[in-house]
């Protein structure tokens, strides 16, 4: 229901609408200077992208951004849904045009990044995904305006909204959607084998030991494996 509720356009009155409006050109305006976007130096399709954002500046962000990477072009901003949840499936509906693609590649990763909640190298994620580095390249030019990678060479989702999106049953689509307690389980059980193969020392300083001590203790319910967890116990109980 909220999903189909997501393409409808919701009309509210106010009083300061015409104040609201005046923030929301001055934003476009500091935000396409700094982006250099042409298109929108045009004060009319400004007017156009406040009516759809309803005041939402995270979907005018997401609609400058993709005007200026060439991803909407000038004559489809009539046609742009007008919610966030709206805007992502039409994101995906063009960056995953084969379906297929996305179950069986992009998916499994994203799963991961909405499991683990925080940035993973691109090792882990191989790693655990059994995932050629070649093959994860390829897979990277996909989703390359969806994640962000940081100086240490991990990878996330540029905007906490879209893990909200993808793992809101309701609000996401069908299509899209990613159920993250298998990847918990993953990424927990792939961690916990780690750590069980350095004797369990959270100060070693070998493969992986960022994310044992940083992300594992945040999965440990999703490890099944009561025997080692005792002798962990029992090792740091003095």
């Not at 990477?69 to 007008?82: A, N, T, Y």
């Not at 992009?106 to 070649?134: G, H, T, W, Y």
């Not at 879209?162 to 990424?187: A, P």
């Not at 059980?189 to 594992?216: A, G, H, R, V």
């Amino acid at each position: 229901l909220k999903q189909k509720l997501s393409s409808l356009r919701i009309i509210e009155f106010d009083a300061n609408l015409e104040q609201n409006n005046d923030d929301l050109l001055l934003f476009i305006e500091n935000y396409v200077n700094r982006k250099n976007c042409q298109i929108l130096k045009d004060k009319s399709i400004s007017l156009k992208l406040i009516e759809k954002s309803e005041g939402n500046i995270l979907y005018l962000k997401e609609v400058i951004d993709s005007i200026e990477k060439g991803i909407i072009d000038k004559s489809e901003i009539d046609d742009l849904p007008p919610t966030i949840s709206g805007l992502y499936v039409n994101m995906f509906e063009r960056y995953f045009p084969d379906i297929n693609y996305y179950e069986e590649k992009v998916m499994p990763i994203f799963e991961l990044l909405c499991a683990a909640n925080q940035s993973l190298s691109k090792e882990l994620i191989c790693d655990i995904l059994n995932i050629k580095k070649r093959e994860f390249k390829k897979i990277m030019t996909s989703i390359c305006s969806l994640v962000e990678e940081n100086e240490k060479g991990e990878i996330y989702f540029y905007h906490k909204s879209l893990t909200d999106w993808l793992v809101d049953e309701d609000l996401c689509s069908e299509d899209y959607f990613v159920d993250i307690e298998e990847s918990k389980r993953l990424i927990a059980n792939f961690l916990w084998n780690k750590f069980k193969e350095i004797d369990f020392d959270f100060f070693d300083k070998k493969e992986y030991s960022n994310e044992i001590n940083q992300l594992m203790p945040k999965l440990l319910d999703s490890i099944n494996d009561n025997i080692s967890i005792k002798i962990l116990i029992d090792k740091y109980k003095y």
